[in-house]
């Protein structure tokens, strides 16, 4: 199985901050990788898929770059509604993997 | 609207069996790919099952494999998990979601429904 490693595990940053958070790959996944949001108590949400598109909806402060093993979330200018947990996920291959999960807390 | 309403999470005893099930509305359920991923109670997400659109082709995490079943029923619109020999392990909650496109791609997920929960314990 593919595992997939994100850090940090949690982040505080203030509204207007850029926030970057990563995740690796125990192989390479070429660029099937995707992002989810997961509010506190509610579904996960598909923000960016294939490393770097857009889900429809999803405001552009939101960004994903990489490729193989290596890529990262990118959030330009933090909000207040930004408050969640973020994981990565592997579509290389089945079993599909997640990452652990970064929460990221507002200050 | 595009809504996907699970049921069936109940409380079991381990070694018994569950049956979850997935309703869909607002979509061409048939042309689209349907997965279920759990969520542990306060832990991360983990994929469990996918199936794809036509219901030819399903695919199970190896944790599951043998225990538990994916189909759909493409007439009633309707996603079901068969869930058996459940242990403390399969505790949770479980989501079923939608691959974004109708293309046969099975893929990524979203949107997903608000999950149902399955405890199992003594």
């Known amino acids: 199985d593919i595992q997939m490693t994100q850090s940090p595990s949690f982040v505080s940053a203030s509204v207007g901050d850029r926030v970057t958070i990563t995740c690796r790959a125990s192989?390479?996944?070429?660029?099937?990788l995707a992002w989810y949001q997961q509010k506190p108590g509610k579904a996960p949400k598909l923000l960016i898929y294939?490393?770097?598109n857009l889900q429809s909806g999803v405001p552009s402060r939101f960004s994903g770059s990489g490729s193989g093993t290596s890529f990262t979330l990118t959030i330009s200018s933090l909000q207040p509604e930004d408050l969640a947990t973020y994981y990565c996920?592997?579509?290389?291959?089945?079993?599909?993997?997640f990452g652990q999960g970064t929460k990221l807390e507002i200050k | 609207e595009v809504q996907l309403l699970e049921s069936g999470g109940d409380l079991v005893q381990p070694g018994g069996s569950l049956r979850l099930s997935c309703t869909a509305s607002?979509?061409?359920?048939?042309?689209?790919?349907m997965s279920w991923v759990r969520q542990a109670p306060g832990k991360g997400l983990q994929w469990v099952s996918a199936?794809?659109?036509?219901?030819?082709?399903?695919y199970h995490a190896d944790s599951v494999k043998g225990r538990f079943t994916i189909s759909r029923d493409n007439s009633k619109n309707s996603l079901y998990l068969e869930m058996n020999s459940l242990r403390a392990e399969d505790n949770g909650l479980y989501y079923c979601?939608?691959?974004?496109?109708?293309?046969?791609?099975?893929?990524?997920?979203?949107?997903w429904g608000q999950g149902t929960l399955v405890t199992v314990s003594s």
């Open positions: 996920q592997q579509a290389s291959s089945f079993p599909y993997t």
């Open positions: 607002g979509f061409t359920f048939s042309s689209y790919a």
């Open positions: 192989q390479g996944v070429y660029s099937w």
């Open positions: 294939t490393t770097s």
């Open positions: 979601a939608r691959d974004p496109w109708s293309s046969g791609s099975l893929n990524w997920f979203d949107p």
């Open positions: 199936i794809s659109g036509s219901g030819d082709t399903t």
